[in-house]
């Protein structure tokens, strides 16, 4: 992936503003950055198609701020700008959650210095810092510990062992024994691995062979 250097980013003289408006992103009247590709493309906010902002970019790193609904991180994932990124939190379309236990975090709870996972998507605007929209902040981490990952379902088969095998849509592969408890995100709802159908959202915990630990599943 290329990366955007500070020079390169200090030579474009809009800055960007970031709107967030059922669950898109919306640039308005600025250039943008689509971070998968290093392209430069401009928006009006209304010209933003859901086959772009559907893809998920996940990135981490350390809190420098946290004020008025954004989240300032030194990226140091590789992926996407490297260096400072503000992520847009949105109270409706964001979730913020803990990384052992999958529960709802308040933003005033996030420690400057203490390093997140975040899932964003690829439009990002070319201010300075460049800014994006987060669906999903992962925090509150222990060390040594691996952190959940939140996955598209691209496909959920059964075996006869009464094993199942997850696909995500990035094309990774996770074991999933039978037993595995899966939970709802914030509801009472009984659900079953047999629940977990394509283009379903989850959180999953799962050790270095990727073999699952524990599933939340998001609402459709």
Excluded: H
């Amino acid at each position: 992936m290329r990366k955007i250097k500070s020079q390169t980013v200090a030579a474009i003289c809009c800055v960007g503003i970031l709107a967030v408006a059922g669950g898109t992103v919306a640039m308005a009247q600025s250039p943008t950055i689509l971070a998968g590709s290093g392209d430069v493309v401009t928006t009006t906010g209304e010209e933003e198609s859901a086959d772009t902002i559907q893809e998920q970019l996940c990135i981490w790193g350390t809190v420098l701020s946290v004020e008025n609904g954004q989240i300032c991180i030194d990226n140091k994932s590789g992926v996407s700008v490297e260096g400072e990124i503000v992520l847009n939190i949105s109270e409706e379309d964001s979730r913020v959650l803990d990384a052992e236990n999958g529960f709802p975090v308040q933003l005033s709870d996030i420690q400057v210095g203490e390093t997140i996972y975040a899932y964003i998507g690829p439009a990002m605007t070319m201010s300075l810092p460049p800014q994006t929209f987060a669906e999903m902040v992962i925090c509150k981490i222990p060390a040594d510990f691996k952190v959940p990952e939140y996955v598209d379902v691209e496909s959920m088969e059964w075996s006869e062992s009464g094993d199942w095998t997850l696909t995500s849509s990035a094309g990774t592969s996770y074991r999933i024994p039978a037993n595995t408890p899966i939970t709802p995100y914030l509801t009472r709802q009984l659900v079953t691995l047999a629940d977990v159908t394509n283009g379903r959202r989850l959180l999953v915990w799962s050790d270095g062979e990727n073999q699952v630990q524990k599933l939340v599943l998001f609402a459709e």
